[in-house]
């Protein structure tokens, strides 16, 4: 049963223009939801979170939005870079500190 | 700056063989993860342990134990290895406090023959 699900396996963006990652969850409980970066050979890194009482958060060029009610949350790259090439992991926490991961998105970004 | 090394980047193991894959962090984290990632499967969380001693099973525990005899030290052993546990193995670790962010090792690639 996933219950973070990323459902497109690939998304390829030209630089300069805005980078969308989308990820859904089906665990009302969640109450925490973060976003990784990957890069091939590295172990992933930290990117940004968002509390579930937030509907927003910002950092640099990356924001993520939550939309509770749809069970929904995004990652907004602005602008994207060539260096944003990597595989995105979102992944979601209820309570534990143990966290569910969804199965990535690789991002491709295109001079 | 926390620092979690793995034993090894990448390893080659025969079917039937015992398998140590070693974690260190340096950050004196309560919480520690054992994951593994597949194409098309994501990371797959397979132990963790929120201290000394203590073990829980994550998600797909089968074919693995772990041991934790001291804080800064998590192992991931494969009792016998099997061509279907060739994956990539990644150790984190956490604080536990909120964000709940997680810290990860560079990772070992383990190939089963």
């Known amino acids: 049963d996933q219950q973070v699900k990323q459902n497109s396996p690939s998304l390829s963006v030209q630089e300069g223009r805005i980078s969308i990652l989308n990820c859904d969850y089906t665990?009302?409980?969640?109450?925490?939801f973060l976003w990784y970066k990957k890069y091939p050979a590295e172990g992933p890194t930290f990117l940004i979170s968002?509390?579930?009482?937030?509907d927003k958060n910002e950092d640099g060029r990356f924001t993520v939005f939550l939309n509770k009610s749809a069970k929904h949350l995004s990652l907004h790259i602005v602008p994207s870079q060539p260096g944003d090439s990597a595989v995105y992991f979102c992944?979601?926490?209820?309570?534990?500190?143990?966290?569910?991961f969804g199965t990535g998105t690789r991002l491709q970004v295109t001079l | 700056d926390v620092k979690v090394t793995q034993s090894s980047r990448y390893l080659v193991k025969r079917t039937g063989e015992k398998v140590f894959l070693e974690c260190v962090q340096d950050?004196?984290?309560?919480?520690m993860f054992w994951y593994r990632q597949d194409p098309g499967l994501g990371l797959r969380l397979i132990y963790f342990?929120?201290?000394?001693?203590?073990?829980e099973k994550g998600d797909i525990p089968e074919g693995y134990s772990v041991s934790r005899e001291k804080k800064e030290r998590f192992s991931l052993i494969l009792e016998s290895a099997s061509t279907n546990q060739t994956s990539m193995y990644l150790c984190?670790?956490?604080?536990?406090?909120?964000?709940?962010?997680?810290?990860f090792g560079p990772g070992t690639r383990l190939t089963v023959t």
């Open positions: 984190a670790t956490s604080t536990g406090a909120p964000p709940l962010k997680q810290y």
């Open positions: 342990s929120y201290d000394v001693k203590m073990k």
């Open positions: 665990n009302s409980m969640f109450d925490y």
């Open positions: 992944a979601a926490s209820a309570i534990t500190s143990k966290l569910t």
């Open positions: 950050m004196d984290h309560e919480n």
């Open positions: 968002i509390s579930s009482i937030k």
